[in-house]
């Protein structure tokens, strides 16, 4: 089997703009509904989250089980009508509420105890977030994220050259852009919130998925020193074939332990794993046919290539 | 040949050391995992204190963690974050509603005069406080929920007696400029008080209504009685005035300076506001705890199986050298005391995966080296040192992300980071040091010494020049 990257790329080219596209649509959607690109979580607009489980070794506590209707005209009571409530499992709950502070949480929680039944203060899951957590939270990760390109543009035009680092950074937000957008159409379809972790995966995917650019572009520059004189395009689709084995079976032990964590890493993890599954498999596509088809069309259009931030000839002699 | 049996002694040696720590060095747990209550206190400017300073931070913690402290939280731990947060971690807590209660206000200090008449009774009451006071010392960790409480509740009790045997005079912990331990003599200490001028002209006044009476001054921290020192029968005319004193008594060098931090920590009237709490319960830990096991366990099994599968020979050894990666790793998180947390176990399963990409390299070249028509001795070495750069290359760029995800993330994503970079170091050591020793002392047995088992579908003329050079 034998990739024609350059050939195909117009293909490439337009299925990735057709999901970078219908990603954008889901986001300007999501802003209208939810002031934000994205499903946010309560990390994000702050609240208070509890989560109950009746406790069953108590007698004739878990006879029926937890009417959300009862639970909604407590909440009412409390003045917390416009609460959401979600059904978790027959005898578990969870509540999602503004801001509480530690009175009207205790007189909320001593309510329901009361009225619905005893629940096992073991099993029970309260977050409270509030409003300024969250700008915190966007505004540390953007930074992080961008120190992270500027690490990473810089590192790759010492070891290789500034039009290698410029299309791997475009790679990165191709990857970064479709997992935002999947996460929105998932956020408006079937109501995935995003959380802090999300950012994190981001992260995650910015730090990793440069690696599959890097090792063809690894191969380009050795057969580019081999064979100086030879036409680019040849170089790349070459280079792209030659570590394609390699760049498959990566991703697929990569895919094999985040399917476990997805599987098996309850609820918290479920999701973190999914971007971090998004993101990996659009590092290792866009690495074959978006950093490398670039660079090719980069390189046959203007021929030379943009010298490197540190001009040293002899710094493309090594690896 | 040497050379790698010395190379395979010292890996078996780093491994079984390894797994002796993960035994014998218990591994922190985050309150995700083993259950409890973490809150985040933001510490706020006021026009008074515009900046939060490092040392305000500091006295800030040291208020924070005497309040909780007092609640007899076992193990509860209080850090700074950042610039102007505090991290307050109680495991086992449910329901943080005390911590929250007593979090909430700022420490209120305060000198208070004792009033006439009740000279005999504070004697007697402070008496008994100190024995409850020992006692508590003592039950702390016992686990005896019950006498904890009835301890507390005597002590409470106390101090709201005492509380009556002093009048507020209006000395307030912000007219406290200063307090400070200094030694006197060998093994003597004393706290040195500095008034502003309101302050001082209060001090004065309230000094010279106790001296040579017998009676005391009050200093109140929380409506709870620091130090009750007397004042000296030389200022009965004046009282103490110049706004400085200093608290003499039988202090040691650790009993002064903690007043005296006591002390400054209720003059830096900086309210503190609760912004996040999260609280995990205990069974909810523990069902994390399993399922991190089953995710570990089964993501490190396929990845293990799909190695050989694939890779053959230099697969069952990538596979024994991942083996040696996770028990080194998890080695290391003990050893560095990282707290184990539910993302800190997602990026350690994810590592993993990721462990076996230099292998993945190495042997992909090995095979087009023998592809190439090259003995497999020189494709295992070409393998090995022309995949170099892009291991090289490939680990530098995940570990610039993980550095920048170290250095801006909060607690959180920070655990998550320094997981996955231990990682990424580990496995260029394992992948590189521990499968290169493990193959070629593999290939001193001439009956491993078969291409086939390195590459299938080779053309036959190349398996009978398979030879080892070295």
């Known amino acids: 089997m034998k990739l024609q990257v350059i050939r195909q790329r117009s293909l490439w080219w337009t299925i990735s703009s057709v999901i970078i596209l219908s990603g954008i649509v889901a986001m300007v959607i999501s802003w209208n509904q939810f002031n934000s690109p994205l499903r946010p979580s309560l990390d994000f607009v702050g609240g208070t989250r509890l989560q109950l489980e009746l406790d069953c070794t108590q007698p004739d506590t878990c006879n029926d089980p937890i009417n959300v209707g009862e639970v909604r005209q407590i909440l009412a009571e409390q003045n917390l009508g416009s609460s959401s409530i979600q059904v978790l499992d027959q005898y578990a709950i ?221 710094s493309s002699d090594d690896g | 040949m040497g050379r790698q049996r010395l190379l395979l002694a010292v890996i078996l040696a780093l491994a079984f050391a390894a797994a002796v720590v993960i035994v014998v060095v218990p591994v922190r747990l985050g309150l995700d995992l083993q259950g409890g209550s973490q809150l985040t206190l933001q510490v706020k400017t006021t026009d008074a204190v515009p900046e939060i300073t490092p040392e305000k931070l500091e006295a800030v913690q040291q208020v924070v963690e005497n309040r909780i402290n007092g609640l007899g939280v076992a193990e509860a731990v209080v850090q700074t974050a950042g610039e102007n947060q505090l991290l307050v971690q109680l495991p086992g807590v449910s329901d943080p509603e005390q911590a929250e209660r007593v979090l909430g206000g700022t420490a209120q200090l305060d000198f208070r005069a004792q009033r006439p008449g009740t000279e005999q009774q504070l004697g007697i009451t402070f008496q008994a406080q100190q024995l409850l006071l020992a006692e508590k010392e003592r039950i702390q960790d016992s686990g005896d929920e019950e006498a904890i409480a009835q301890n507390q509740a005597a002590l409470d009790q106390s101090n709201e007696a005492i509380a009556e045997f002093f009048d507020r005079t209006g000395l307030t912990g912000d007219m406290l400029q200063n307090a400070f331990a200094a030694p006197i003599g060998a093994n003597s200490w004393e706290v040195g008080l500095e008034f502003n001028q309101e302050g001082g002209e209060k001090f004065a006044e309230l000094t010279k209504s106790v001296a040579s009476t017998g009676r005391t001054l009050g200093i109140f921290l929380d409506n709870e009685l620091l130090s009750a020192p007397s004042v000296a029968v030389e200022y009965a005319e004046t009282g103490i005035t110049g706004g400085r004193a200093s608290i003499t008594g039988r202090f040691d060098a650790q009993a002064a300076s903690e007043l005296a931090v006591q002390l400054r920590g209720g003059a830096l009237p900086v309210p503190v506001e609760v912004s996040e709490i999260r609280t995990v319960g205990a069974t909810l830990g523990r069902d994390s705890i399993q399922r991190s096991i089953y995710a570990g366990l089964g993501g490190l099994l396929l990845v293990l199986i799909f190695m050989v599968v694939y890779y053959r020979l230099p697969g069952l050894i990538a596979d024994i050298a991942l083996i040696i990666y996770s028990i080194l790793t998890f080695a290391i998180f003990s050893l560095l005391n990282v707290t184990l947390t539910l993302p800190g176990i997602a990026g350690f399963i994810l590592s993993i995966g990721m462990a076996v990409d230099a292998n993945v390299l190495i042997f992909e070249r090995t095979r087009e080296e023998l592809r190439a028509g090259k003995t497999l001795y020189r494709s295992v070495e070409a393998g090995f040192y022309r995949a170099f750069s892009s291991i090289l290359d490939s680990n530098v760029t995940s570990l610039i992300a993980c550095g920048a995800l170290f250095w801006f993330g909060a607690g959180l994503v920070k655990g998550f980071a320094l997981t996955l970079a231990i990682g990424v170091l580990v496995s260029m050591f394992t992948a590189l040091t521990c499968s290169r020793t493990l193959l070629l002392v593999a290939l001193g047995f001439p009956g491993l010494r078969k291409p086939r088992w390195f590459c299938p579908n080779l053309p036959q003329s190349t398996s009978s020049q398979a030879g080892v050079t070295s």
């Not at chain 1, 957590?133 to 994220?145: E, F, K, T, V």
């Not at chain 1, 599954?277 to 978006?290: D, H, K, L, R, V």
């Open chain 1, 94 to 314: 969870s509540i999602r509420t503004t801001v509480l502070d530690v009175d009207q949480r205790t007189q909320l929680l001593t309510a329901l105890n009361e009225q619905i039944g005893t629940f096992d203060s073991q099993a029970t899951q309260i977050d409270t977030v509030g409003p300024t957590i969250g700008r915190q939270l966007l505004s540390s990760g953007l930074l992080a994220l961008i120190v992270s390109f500027v690490g990473i543009t810089i590192y790759l035009s010492l070891r290789f050259q500034l039009d290698y680092a410029v299309f791997a950074i475009i790679a990165l937000f191709h990857d970064v852009l479709i997992t935002v957008g999947v996460f929105s159409i998932l956020g408006l379809t079937i109501g995935t919130e995003v959380d802090s972790l999300f950012i994190v995966a981001l992260l995650t995917i910015v730090g990793f998925s440069v690696n599959d650019t890097v090792v063809i572009y690894d191969r380009i520059r050795e057969t580019i020193q081999q064979d100086p004189g030879r036409n680019i395009d040849d170089v790349v689709d070459d280079a792209v074939n030659q570590t394609l084995t390699r760049s498959i079976n990566t991703s697929v032990t990569v895919l094999l332990a985040l399917s476990a964590i997805f599987l098996f890493g309850g609820e918290t993890l479920k999701y973190f794993a999914l971007a971090l599954i998004i993101g990996f498999t659009m590092g290792a596509y866009s690495s074959i046919f978006i950093a490398s088809t670039l660079l090719a069309l980069w390189r046959s259009r203007f021929g030379q290539p943009i010298s490197a931030i540190s001009a040293d000839p002899s």
